[in-house]
């Protein structure tokens, strides 16, 4: 029974400087979900070799796990001289850098209102008329006093269009509450 067990286990040793990857799936990190953290960590350099199947690490001082491991959580570290080391970059993104300068058209796209708008980038797009509302409603409604179109307005435009006091803030969808159906009869 040991010959078949030990049939495909391989003998592996790593020596005192070589590096390893260490195997994250004991490691408590604080990622959203554990299927997205990354499988390895490393590679650390071996500090010292304890018994045949411990290997004590040298470990960052951030980290905050013990610095000795059992031989089946490493793996050795290989260095791809195809690939260059990519550093990772963040592209920052402001919501506030994307300013409507002007609405030049609209349409009912299946059955919602869009307007076609020039943002302050140069570059137009289709917006959802309710996205518009919150932030750009006075671009809104000075289109439609500008060009007259005999198309249907979008609700909420009509209705800011026949009561000019009316913000859009009163226009927005609100939740309705009513008792569970269950409890009519």
Same mark, same amino acid.
């Given at each position: ?9 391989? +003998? ?19 990622? &959203?979900?554990?299927?997205? +953290? ?37 793996? &050795?570290?290989?260095?791809?001289? +195809? ?14 850098? =994307?300013?409507? *300068?002007? *609405?030049?058209?609209? =349409?009912?796209?299946? &059955? ?37 179109? +005999? ?12 009561? &000019? ?8 969808? =609100? ?6 159906? =269950?409890?009519?009869?």
């Amino acid at each position: 029974m040991v010959a078949q067990t030990n049939k495909h286990r391989l +003998d592996q040793e790593f020596l005192v400087g070589e590096e390893v990857l260490v195997t994250t799936a004991n490691w408590n990190n604080n990622k &959203p979900s554990k299927k997205l +953290d990354h499988l390895w960590s490393g590679p650390y350099e071996i500090k010292k070799c304890i018994g045949k199947v411990a290997y004590q690490l040298d470990l960052p001082s951030t980290s905050k796990c013990h610095n000795v491991f059992h031989i089946g959580m490493l793996e &050795p570290y290989v260095e791809s001289k +195809d690939q260059e080391k990519i550093s990772v970059t963040t592209i920052s993104w402001d919501p506030t850098s =994307r300013e409507v *300068i002007n *609405i030049q058209d609209h =349409r009912k796209y299946n &059955p919602e209102w869009q307007y076609l708008v020039e943002l302050n980038d140069g570059s137009t797009e289709w917006e959802n008329a309710q996205e518009l509302m919150e932030d750009c409603w006075e671009n809104i409604l000075e289109y439609h006093q500008t060009t007259n179109t +005999d198309v249907e307005l979008p609700p909420s435009i009509a209705e800011i269009l026949n009561h &000019p006091r009316i913000s859009a803030h009163h226009l927005r969808p =609100r939740q309705q509450l009513q008792a569970p159906s =269950r409890y009519s009869d």
